[in-house]
């Protein structure tokens, strides 16, 4: 088990992908505070891995609110001795036009999205330079690194937590705090619910022709908080089964037909090996 010992904050860990990311630093050793706005869903988690024999809390958290981040953190170094590890997986979004976008909505999801991810890091951080170190992974998201309809709040807020993320890096170092992102693809979650054609849309693009897991996300998530990533820092591991890295997808039939042969004039001046 590579976190024996170590105490580590998830955000957002009542549902999804903090949930399974919660669950998986617990199977390796960790201690965990649960946090998530609906304090139910977060003793369903800690109860859980208690009954696994590891050690969690639930916390109530609005990671927008700094005073509720605060006690967070205090919850941690108060109940569990030390903070070695964050994981910011909270996060809300939608699929909305700019055009149609409200000022209400907009600043909701960059209040949770960016602000969250600000408090969170700094806090936590604050606490790991008392202890010599620690690790930190926030959770962007593709979004924000492509353009894609419907996802300006969103993609936006995720650029700025990968920026963000990148900064806090480099500030961080002197401490020995690893600072780094999951930029997730399309994952598979109870709150996707795209229909035939969006889903169609997305596979054509996703080299792997699958969907993600919330396992592909925890996993990438352990990994970057364990010793196995000691020398990477400012680092986005993009979790997206490729969908990030293509460009034109065909199928192998039509790819091995098109490279049948070279057109004669941009033929270059080459010969096989004898």
Not at 45 to 73: F, H, K, L, N
Not at 161 to 168: D, G, K, S
Not at 255 to 270: A, Q
Request: with cysteine; hydrophobic share 40%.
């Amino acid at each position: 088990m590579r976190l024996v010992g170590k105490t580590a904050i998830v955000t957002g860990s009542g549902r999804g992908i903090g949930r399974e990311i919660a669950l998986t630093l617990a199977t390796e050793g960790a201690s965990v505070i649960v946090a998530d706005r609906d304090l139910d869903v977060a003793v369903e988690v800690a109860t859980e891995i208690g009954a696994s024999g590891r050690r969690a809390i639930p916390v109530q958290t609005d990671v927008s609110d700094s005073s509720e981040v605060d006690e967070m953190v205090s919850v941690a170094v108060r109940e569990l001795g030390r903070l070695d590890v964050l994981v910011h997986s909270a996060g809300i979004g939608f699929h909305k036009a700019l055009l149609d976008t409200s000022a209400f909505e907009w600043d909701r999801v960059t209040q949770i999205n960016l602000r969250g991810t600000f408090l969170c890091i700094q806090r936590s951080a604050r606490e790991m330079i008392k202890t010599g170190g620690g690790k930190i992974v926030t959770l962007a998201s593709i979004s924000g690194q492509r353009g894609a309809m419907g996802r300006g709040a969103y993609g936006a807020a995720k650029a700025g937590v990968l920026q963000l993320t990148r900064i806090a890096a480099v500030e961080f170092a002197r401490w020995g705090i690893c600072v780094n992102a999951i930029a997730p693809g399309v994952i598979k979650t109870r709150l996707m619910n795209y229909g035939p054609k969006q889903e169609k849309a997305y596979l054509d693009r996703i080299p792997m022709n699958r969907f993600g897991t919330v396992q592909d996300v925890a996993s990438a998530a352990l990994f970057l908080v364990s010793k196995d990533s000691d020398y990477i820092t400012g680092h986005t591991l993009n979790v997206d089964g490729g969908y990030h890295g293509a460009g034109l997808i065909f199928d192998y039939e039509e790819l091995s037909s098109f490279r049948s042969g070279w057109h004669e004039e941009t033929k270059p001046d080459v010969h096989a090996p004898e």
